[in-house]
């Protein structure tokens, strides 16, 4: 069967729609896209510990469907989504969430006034230069907010790679994909401006606390 080449959003889309899309990785590498977790309605242990550390107003970057926002936002937490696909965006306002089509690295409001920056479910990979990704964060941070940016597991090196998104009929075009062991977190936050002032790890899933540097 003949696979043609697509935008990388419509192969995300078509995931966000129900189609079964994976992950390749020049490596050979295959994993499954778990878009079925973010668009699910439930929020496990590890997602809702993490959320319970948002006290206050939170920006979600990479929201996807809206799971984190729609969870704060109807437990009163003041929370705002931002995500690059139009889809995305309108399957999180259908659930409640506030959610902004834009890139996270354009303008966005509250900048340096939010309480709480989420960066998780693997968007350390965001832009392939984590180093740029954690300065945004540390922009949109106010002066005693905390950001909780999800790594991936320690020993995992702090790196770039390939990747396109398929189905069983069209694939992206392959773009690079930072990742980031926790180990990594303190270099990388200390370059950004930031620091480590906590750590979470639960069912194979490992979360940086971070704040900016004095």
């Known amino acids: 069967m003949t696979v043609h080449q697509v935008q990388t959003i419509e192969v995300y889309e078509r995931a966000l729609s129900g189609e079964p899309v994976w992950i390749r990785g020049a490596d050979g590498s295959m994993d499954r896209l778990p878009v079925d977790v973010w668009s699910g309605q439930l929020i496990g242990p590890f997602d809702s510990s993490v959320l319970g550390l948002c ?12 799971r984190f926002v729609a969870w704060l936002s109807a437990r009163g937490t003041p ?10 965006v309108n399957l999180a306002r259908n659930r409640g969430g506030t959610v902004l089509h834009r890139d996270l690295f354009g303008e ?29 964060v540390s922009e949109l941070l106010g002066p005693n907010g905390t950001a909780m940016v999800e790594f991936d597991s320690p020993g995992v090196a702090c790196g770039v790679r390939a990747i396109r998104l398929e189905t069983s009929t069209v694939a ?24 480590v002032v906590d750590q979470l790890s639960d069912s194979g899933r490992h979360l940086a606390v971070l704040e900016r540097a004095a």
């Open 55 to 66: 006290t206050g107003p939170t920006i979600d970057l990479g929201c996807g469907p809206g």
């Open 79 to 88: 929370a705002l989504g931002v995500d690059s696909s139009r889809l995305a």
């Open 108 to 136: 966005l409001p509250g900048d340096g006034r939010w309480h709480h920056v989420l960066l998780m479910d693997g968007n350390i990979g965001i832009g392939a230069n984590p180093y740029r990704l954690l300065n945004r």
């Open 172 to 195: 992206s075009p392959w773009f690079p994909w930072a990742r980031a062991g926790l180990d990594a977190a303190r270099e990388l936050a200390a370059k950004s401006g930031l620091s």
